[in-house]
């Protein structure tokens, strides 16, 4: 795919949810246009924006895409992004999801010991932080860490590295009993009143988990 095409996608910021939405706004825009091509920029702009309005779409999202086709294919933006399939859209969100799970969450591995209570515990977190950008990313997610759950903490530690994560070269070697059951990174806090129905919900399903 064009590097082009893909920054577009970007400023749609595409998820699994509103992929096929944007597409067949797009394809229902382009189809318009193509039977009455606006004859300047700002009359291009004009429909261009009231037409995603009128889908529903956020406004910022439409004035950061018609920034960036200023900058690049100008109104044809709109066919080039018609005229992808639903799968090449689907590939590019799985790739954008992983991209920010790296990046958003990446670092948090930096406290990994290399131990399995360390080992089941950041890649659980790792699969919620996943799941929260998108369901195809935690399934990539899974897809790449789920060989290791039997794996020795070498193995694993180069596995991490090669994804990208920031895992110490210490959590290579081996745990020794003392350190096995190691203390886990200090969580923040949250009153159960600045809690969601779904994130108590999801704490009391951790805790469970847990007891069983």
Do not use: K
Not at 58 to 73: E, K
Not at 95 to 120: K, M, V
Request: hydrophobic share 40%.
């Amino acid at each position: 795919m064009d590097e082009t095409i893909s920054g577009a996608l970007d400023t749609l910021e595409l998820n699994g949810d509103s992929a096929a939405y944007w597409l067949a706004t797009l394809r229902g825009f382009e189809e318009v246009e193509r039977s009455e091509p606006a004859q300047d920029w700002e009359t291009f702009v004009q429909r261009f924006t009231a037409w995603t309005e009128q889908a529903g779409l956020p406004a910022d999202v439409t004035h950061r895409f018609v920034d960036y086709a200023a900058q690049t294919y100008g109104a044809e933006l709109v066919g080039h992004l018609a005229a992808l399939t639903d799968e090449q859209v689907t590939a590019h969100c799985a790739r954008a999801g992983w991209a920010r799970l790296i990046t958003d969450h990446g670092t948090d591995w930096a406290g990994y010991d290399g131990s399995q209570p360390h080992w089941e515990y950041f890649r659980d977190r790792f699969y919620v932080q996943a799941n929260d950008i998108d369901p195809q990313v935690y399934a990539m997610a899974y897809e790449q860490l789920s060989p290791y759950d039997a794996a020795t903490p070498p193995e694993r530690y180069h596995a991490l590295v090669g994804l990208g994560l920031p895992v110490d070269a210490s959590a290579a070697e081996p745990a020794s009993p003392e350190t096995e059951f190691g203390e886990f990174p200090a969580q923040e806090t949250t009153s159960f009143d600045e809690m969601s129905v779904e994130e108590v919900e999801e704490m009391i399903l951790r805790y469970a988990a847990a007891a069983s």
